[in-house]
């Protein structure tokens, strides 16, 4: 079976991680019979304190990770599709060309929980534009955010909703 | 024929400011009709372009307008009809007030059958407000040029103490914006010093489908407003041609707008 690029990467880590592991192991097993609780006098032998050291992350691929379309909500329009993207190490929300949605004021571009976003949400800033590509940086992958949502600040409400898949 | 009495024409101007409505009966030659009104919305639902009425964040608008009538003529009177001021807000988000759009119309009495006048109606409205405000949903005017013309027809009943009317026409607007049908009617009745009406006005686009320019769509001056409001109105003759009239009235089949009561205060003269 061929591996993807993400589980050559997660392979790679365990075989890294393998000798530190068993040199913990073997410490951990060791102190406890020479020393703490067995009353005899006599001194352990050093043992030199195993120190995990650190695996090298190799970086993620990029791609997309999630994609979805909108649809309006709350008798607003809006259409079109959006994706979540790691690109150059950085992950970044995309409204692709055909996204359109209406032309009112205080609309934002949001990451939410559910289509009713709250003030726990992740807010994107206003949409740029109307309709057409755009570009919107993320601090993470956005996973827990199932929907990408157009979000009226004035009225609180959705205009349209994407969910992530 | 019984002719409208002078007191009832006041109460239908009257009614006239600030809305669509005023009936086929205009002033006669050199008399004036003035009146200055404040208005008070107050809605928690905001109707969106497909009709559906969404819970929203307390939306508030108050109107400050003028409303001037003078007859050229017997048969043709001039209008103004101006928001000098409107302010709105919604709570949690901003508040922005501005001076409105004026509107400057010309009423001709076009006939007379029986007990019924007719009249028809221009008016043209002019962008003088600012639609960008509050990021373009608390605008204190629509940004376009707009109009309508209507044509009334009203009469009299119980011997000159009764009177209704109804009137209806095509609306204009510029940008793009949907046109429709503006209409109205009214029914009023005179005890003493005292005038009980009952109103009805509306908006009906011709194009009602949810469209993708819904900007300002809580003050309902954007695309697709549509609407009918009904509600009773009050006035009191006071004296010398001086009288306070109330209004109340809440919208129903409503889009593209914040829905919820209105009230309206004003003070009108006329001689």
């Known amino acids: 079976m061929r591996m993807n690029g993400h589980e050559r990467t997660i392979a790679t880590r365990r075989a890294t991680t393998r000798p530190a592991s068993a040199l913990f192991l073997a410490a951990a097993l060791f102190i406890p019979a020479c020393g703490g609780g067995s009353g005899t006098p006599m001194s352990p032998a050093p043992v030199p304190t195993p120190v995990p050291t650190p695996t090298p992350t190799a970086p993620l691929p990029d791609g997309v990770l999630r994609t979805g379309t909108f649809e309006g909500a709350n008798g607003y329009f809006t259409e079109g599709s959006v994706a979540i993207v790691r690109r150059d190490g950085a992950h970044r929300l995309e409204l692709q060309p055909d996204f359109r949605t209406s032309r009112s004021g205080a609309l934002d571009v949001r990451l939410c929980r559910t289509t009713a976003c709250d003030s726990s949400d992740l807010d994107l800033g206003p949409v740029e534009a109307f309709s057409g590509a755009q570009v919107y940086p993320l601090p993470d992958d956005g996973s827990q955010y199932p929907f990408a949502v157009i979000w009226c600040r004035a009225v609180a409400l959705p205009f349209g909703y994407a969910e992530l898949q | ?271």
């Open chain 2, 1 to 271: 024929m019984r002719r409208v009495p002078a007191a009832v024409l006041t109460g239908i101007l009257a009614l006239g400011a600030g809305s669509a409505t005023a009936g086929p009966w205009g002033r006669p030659r050199g008399g004036v009709y003035a009146k200055t009104s404040y208005a008070y919305l107050h809605a928690t639902d905001l109707a969106t372009p497909d009709g559906t009425i969404a819970s929203i964040p307390a939306f508030e608008k108050n109107e400050a307008s003028l409303y001037v009538a003078y007859g050229l003529s017997d048969r043709v009177t001039l209008v103004l009809d101006a928001i000098a001021y409107r302010q709105s807000g919604i709570e949690g988000f901003d508040s922005a007030g501005g001076v409105g759009d004026v509107r400057v119309g010309v009423q001709a009495r076009v006939g007379r059958a029986g007990p019924w006048v007719f009249a028809a109606r221009g008016t043209l409205q002019a962008p003088t407000g600012d639609e960008t405000r509050g990021e373009g949903l608390l605008p204190s005017g629509s940004g376009v040029w707009e109009g309508d013309l209507v044509a009334s027809a009203g009469r009299s009943f119980g011997r000159g103490q009764g009177w209704l009317f109804v009137e209806a026409g095509p609306q204009f607007r510029g940008g793009g914006l949907r046109e429709g049908l503006v209409y109205g009617a009214q029914v009023g009745w005179r005890r003493g010093r005292v005038l009980f009406m009952a109103n009805l006005r509306g908006v009906q686009p011709w194009d009602s489908t949810p469209g993708d320019a819904s900007a300002g769509s809580a003050a309902g001056l954007g695309d697709g407003v549509t609407y009918l409001a009904v509600g009773p109105s009050v006035a009191v003759e006071v004296g010398r041609g001086l009288g306070i009239q109330v209004d109340l009235d809440g919208a129903t089949h409503a889009r593209n707008l914040a829905r919820g009561p209105t009230l309206r205060v004003g003070l009108y003269w006329s001689r």
